[in-house]
C-alpha cells in the first residue's frame, strides 16, 4: 500500500526549531524523488524542499534561505524536514510527497502523485 504518513509539527516560538517526518509505510518509494510542499488558506500549495532517492541532491524553495534541511533515511523508510529559525510566515500545513516517476529531486508539484495527510505548522511571533 503507497501510504505516507507524516508526524511532527506544532506549535513553536518564532526562531524555534521543528523536525517534521513523512514515513513511507508500503515501502514503496525507496528509489523515488521525495518533497516537501506546504499551504495556506486561500493559496497553492507552495514548493519547500526535495531529495533525491540517493539523497545525493537537495533543492530548496528561495524563501528557505539556509534554514532548512531535507534528508532521507532510506533504512527507515523515512524523509525528514528539519526547520529553524522559523518565522511566522512559515505557518502553514506542511506536506510530504512521493514521486512516481522521478528519482532524481524534482520541484514542481505536478511531478509527485502520493501525499502525506498534512501537518499544521504554527509559528508565533
Known amino acids: 500500500q503507497m501510504q505516507l504518513i507524516q508526524s511532527g509539527g506544532g506549535l513553536v516560538q518564532a526562531g524555534g526549531s521543528l523536525k517534521l517526518a513523512c514515513v513511507d509505510s508500503?515501502?514503496?518509494?525507496?528509489?523515488?524523488?521525495m518533497g516537501w510542499f506546504r499551504q495556506t488558506p486561500g493559496k497553492e500549495r507552495e514548493f519547500v524542499a526535495t531529495?533525491?532517492?540517493?539523497?545525493?541532491?537537495?533543492f530548496y524553495g528561495d524563501f528557505v534561505k539556509g534554514r532548512f534541511i531535507i534528508s532521507r533515511d532510506s533504512t527507515e523508510y523515512t524523509t525528514y524536514l528539519q526547520m529553524s529559525n522559523l518565522t511566522s510566515s512559515d505557518t502553514a500545513v506542511y506536506y510530504c510527497?512521493?514521486?512516481?516517476?522521478?528519482?532524481?529531486?524534482?520541484?514542481?508539484?505536478?511531478?509527485?502523485?502520493?501525499w502525506g495527510q498534512g501537518t499544521q505548522v504554527t509559528v508565533s511571533s
Open positions: 510527497a512521493a514521486s512516481d516517476t522521478h528519482s532524481n529531486a524534482v520541484v514542481e508539484r505536478a511531478s509527485y502523485h502520493y
Open positions: 508500503g515501502r514503496s518509494f525507496r528509489t523515488k524523488a
Open positions: 531529495i533525491s532517492w540517493s539523497a545525493r541532491t537537495t
